[in-house]
């Protein structure tokens, strides 16, 4: 008898309990991060002591939930060793809308089950060592407004099916081993995109012309890659584009004159180590946020111009290595700005302007292997 009470009094109090220990949260996501858990090493024992039966998942370190509790919505992660491949079964969170796992020491392939997640928005896998190609699948996710592989081992070809990716917002693979060209229809689509990052890798033909319909594009970084023929005109003729960094390629071509160059948020020009030739452009000398204008190692004729020394906030200037003509402009000396300039290698003639010792807070400055002549005004001693 008394032990039937203690019982029903047992029951009575363990009752509602019972009741939220019932899972009111989907069963296979729980299997999905088990799942993870396990493709892991976890080194640091994050998940180990987190992730436990008794807490339920969307309490998890690194798991977001929808409103109800019951679905994984967010599975992200940065900096933290998880040491292993990452689960298919990822591909079973059903209502994932953002998987971030960066800077988390994984390896292997990106599980093609990902393309059971229509609701993917963000997908962050930089900075780990994930190898093979880019799966086609990605393509699927048409809701992706971010795609980050950047700084991986992925390597092949840019699937074309990534055209599909008509929210796309940012672009970043640089830092693999992708090689082929940038397909041509790539950017038909994709009306919203404003980075394209897809430096250092070995990307080869043309850059697709498709660019400069990209209405809302802020940043092309395409530096470090084997790309030829010309730039697209269209590229320089973009309100919003602020960066524009494609050193060292094998880009050839003049740039267009200052009647087809508008570029009003304009404040990183990098167009060094290719084959442009023609005189140095002027458009430039409209864009009043012009921070770093790097010319280096191309075949650039002409004279320095002299209204880089009106742009207000130009600190680094390089154009070493071309076929520039004629003398030092003076008014450069004006521009107290200026943290570098490189006019080494060039054809220039005359003498180094004593006015030069104004520019008292600039840390690099070269006229090496010019003809310049006279002596070293004694006041580049105050710099
Ligand atoms: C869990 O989610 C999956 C996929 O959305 C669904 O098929 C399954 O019925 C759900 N299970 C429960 C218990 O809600
Ligand atoms: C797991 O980490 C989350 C977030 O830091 C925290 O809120 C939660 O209490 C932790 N759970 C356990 C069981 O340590
Ligand atoms: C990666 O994380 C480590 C700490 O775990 C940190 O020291 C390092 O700077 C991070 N690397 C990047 C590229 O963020
Ligand atoms: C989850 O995904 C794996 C592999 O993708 C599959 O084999 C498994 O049946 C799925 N599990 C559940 C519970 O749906
Ligand atoms: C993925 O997209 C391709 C077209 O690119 C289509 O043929 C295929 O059916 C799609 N797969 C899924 C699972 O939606
Ligand atoms: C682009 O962005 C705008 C404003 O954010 C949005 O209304 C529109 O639906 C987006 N277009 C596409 C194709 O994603
Ligand atoms: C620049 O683009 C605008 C539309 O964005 C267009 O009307 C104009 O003709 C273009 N200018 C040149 C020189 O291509
Ligand atoms: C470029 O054109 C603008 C007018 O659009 C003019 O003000 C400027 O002086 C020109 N710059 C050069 C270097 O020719
Ligand atoms: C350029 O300089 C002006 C003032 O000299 C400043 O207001 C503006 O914010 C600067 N632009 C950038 C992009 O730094
Ligand atoms: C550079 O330009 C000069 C003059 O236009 C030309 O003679 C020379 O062949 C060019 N050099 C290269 C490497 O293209
Ligand atoms: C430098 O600026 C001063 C003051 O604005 C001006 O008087 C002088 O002519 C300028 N010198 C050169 C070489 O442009």
Redesign the pocket.
């Known amino acids: 008898m008394a032990l039937l009470c203690i019982s029903m009094v047992l029951l009575i109090l363990l009752a509602p309990c019972a009741t939220s220990l019932t899972p009111p949260y989907n069963n296979t996501d729980l299997a999905a991060l088990l799942d993870f858990k396990e493709q892991v090493k976890d080194p640091n024992g994050i998940l180990a002591s987190n992730w436990t039966a008794s807490a339920p998942f969307c309490s998890w370190i690194g798991v977001s939930c929808d409103s109800s509790g019951k679905w994984v919505t967010g599975l992200e992660f940065e900096?933290?060793?998880l040491e292993g491949t990452i689960s298919p079964q990822i591909g079973n969170l059903s209502f994932l809308s953002s998987l971030v796992l960066s800077?988390t020491t994984l390896i292997g392939p990106v599980p093609t089950e990902l393309d059971r997640l229509p609701r993917l928005q963000t997908l962050v896998l930089s900075?780990n060592s994930l190898s093979g190609t880019i799966p086609s699948i990605l393509g699927n996710l048409t809701r992706l407004e971010s795609l980050y592989l950047n700084s991986n081992k992925f390597f092949g070809g840019i699937p074309q099916e990534l055209a599909n990716l008509n929210n796309l917002q940012i672009l970043r693979l640089s830092d693999n081993d992708l090689s082929g060209p940038i397909p041509q229809g790539l950017f038909n689509n994709t009306p919203n995109l404003s980075r394209i990052q897809l430096g250092s890798n070995r990307l080869t033909g043309a850059i697709p012309g498709s660019v400069g319909s990209l209405s809302k594009l802020e940043m092309l970084v395409l530096e470090n890659n084997l790309l030829s023929g010309s730039m697209p005109a269209a590229i320089f003729n973009m309100s919003y584009l602020q960066a524009i960094a494609v050193t060292r390629n094998n880009l050839r071509g003049p740039i267009p004159g200052n009647e087809s160059f508008h570029l009003p948020m304009l404040e990183f020009f990098s167009l060094g180590e290719n084959w442009f030739d023609g005189p140095i452009p002027s458009g430039p000398s409209k864009c009043q946020n012009l921070d770093l204008f790097s010319l280096a190692v191309n075949n650039f004729t002409g004279s320095v111009p002299s209204w880089l020394a009106t742009m207000p906030n130009l600190t680094a200037i390089y154009l070493s290595t071309n076929e520039l003509t004629g003398k030092i402009p003076v008014e450069l000396s004006n521009h107290t700005g200026l943290l570098a300039l490189d006019l080494s290698e060039n054809n220039l003639e005359g003498e180094i302007p004593p006015e030069f010792g104004q520019l008292r807070n600039l840390r690099y400055i070269s006229f090496a292997n010019n003809q310049i002549t006279g002596t070293i005004p004694e006041s580049i001693g105050n710099l």
């Open positions: 900096d933290m060793a800077n900075y």
